[in-house]
């Protein structure tokens, strides 16, 4: 008897967590506007590449699209498109680890004209190189996506914007895509001079004259720039074996503990006083508070191009829980889900 009720309560426990996963994955979402280019737009369709995925003449964006996230990257999907005024011209690029079929339909549902593409992120390779960080939702594979764009996309694809899925935009993304990159850099991003830098490492890390030395080579002075927005020369990425590099500090990091902060460290390792400066109007981060409490934060001073909830707390959250920031405000405008007594206009 005893082990029959074993049996069933395993059946139910199993039954109740996939169920539980079809629903956060499968959120039922509202059907976007669709966005039309102004008249002084290329046309993309009509270019020499048949496939618009590697056209030279749309913007591209890669964002991943997480279980936990979906309802953030829904609305920065849709404050991409409002801002921009060449939206047909947007091709996006999807890395997941969750089902591919379930997002597809999660996507058409709501943005049924958009441009994009799925691509499926296997998370073994990067699961055993993980070392575990002051938040565990730092600590998911698919947070390490970023470290291998290059290798994910298209070889056609050679310049990319990556953003993450916490954030919307308020001006026109080409813009940020027109970023010109110097000659020796990799990266364009919002680097902050001001931070101090020395806490993204551990005493270990300075303490060892051979890693200490790591930044001493640099061109620029090596500074903390937040990797949820970046504009990534693809090309140029593969030509220098980046992921390489960066799996290596990883590597490193898993025998002795030289940083404690998740995918953003070994970003610094490589690129940090090698990047090229992006203005501040394109990240304005920081706005999900600390990584322990979540607190309400304000803007940095100066014009707002990209509000970014970077930090425990997130504007969905929040306002679910009757605890929204006065920022929250601003990006609730797009979100897209539907909710069980919401009167459709």
């Known amino acids: 008897m005893r082990f029959t009720i074993l049996i069933l309560l395993c059946i139910f426990?199993?039954?109740?967590?996939?169920?539980?996963?079809?629903?956060?994955l499968e959120q039922d979402f509202k059907e976007a506007p669709k966005y039309y280019n102004s008249q002084t737009c290329k046309n993309i369709e009509s270019?020499?590449?048949?496939?618009?995925?590697?056209?030279?003449?749309?913007?591209h964006v890669a964002m991943t699209l997480d279980v936990s996230y979906i309802r953030g990257s829904m609305a920065a999907i849709l404050s991409i498109l409002q801002h921009t005024s060449c939206?047909?011209?947007?091709?996006?690029?999807?890395?997941?680890?969750?089902?591919?079929?379930?997002?597809?339909?999660?996507?058409?549902n709501s943005f049924p004209y958009l441009k994009y593409q799925i691509y499926p992120f296997n998370?073994?390779?990067?699961?055993?190189?993980?070392?575990?960080?002051?938040?565990?939702?730092?600590?998911?594979?698919l947070n390490y996506a970023r470290t291998y764009l290059a290798d994910l996309l298209p070889l056609c694809i050679t310049k990319i914007v990556y953003l993450d899925s916490d954030l919307i935009l308020v001006d026109d993304i080409a813009i940020l895509f027109a970023t010109p990159l110097r000659s020796t850099t990799i990266l364009a991003a919002p680097e902050y001079c001001n931070?101090?830098?020395s806490n993204y490492f551990t005493p270990s890390f300075w303490s060892n004259p051979s890693l200490s030395l790591t930044f001493a080579n640099r061109e620029r002075k090596a500074c903390?720039?937040?990797?949820?927005?970046?504009?990534?020369?693809?090309?140029?990425?593969?030509?220098g074996e980046y992921t390489t590099m960066i799996r290596e500090w990883m590597e490193l990091q898993k025998?002795?503990?030289?940083?404690?902060?998740?995918?953003?460290p070994p970003f610094l390792l490589v690129f940090a006083g090698r990047i090229t400066p992006v203005d501040h109007r394109w990240n304005q981060h920081g706005l999900g508070g600390d990584n322990f409490r979540g607190l309400c934060r304000d803007l940095h001073p100066g014009p707002v191009s990209l509000l970014h909830w970077s930090?425990?707390?997130?504007?969905?959250?929040?306002?679910?829980?009757?605890?929204?920031?006065?920022?929250?405000?601003?990006?609730a405008p797009y979100d897209l889900l539907k909710t069980r007594f919401a009167l459709e206009v």
């Open 13 to 24: 426990l199993l039954f109740s967590t996939q169920t539980l996963c079809t629903t956060t």
């Open 47 to 59: 270019s020499h590449h048949s496939n618009h995925t590697c056209s030279n003449s749309a913007v």
């Open 87 to 108: 939206p047909e011209n947007i091709v996006f690029h999807f890395i997941t680890s969750a089902s591919v079929s379930i997002l597809n339909r999660t996507i058409n």
């Open 123 to 141: 998370d073994g390779p990067v699961a055993g190189l993980i070392s575990t960080s002051i938040r565990s939702a730092l600590d998911t594979p």
């Open 195 to 197: 931070a101090n830098f």
């Open 224 to 239: 903390y720039f937040n990797t949820g927005v970046m504009v990534i020369d693809l090309q140029r990425w593969r030509k």
């Open 255 to 264: 025998r002795m503990r030289i940083y404690e902060l998740g995918s953003l």
């Open 311 to 331: 930090g425990k707390g997130k504007p969905w959250a929040r306002l679910d829980g009757n605890r929204a920031c006065p920022l929250d405000a601003l990006w």
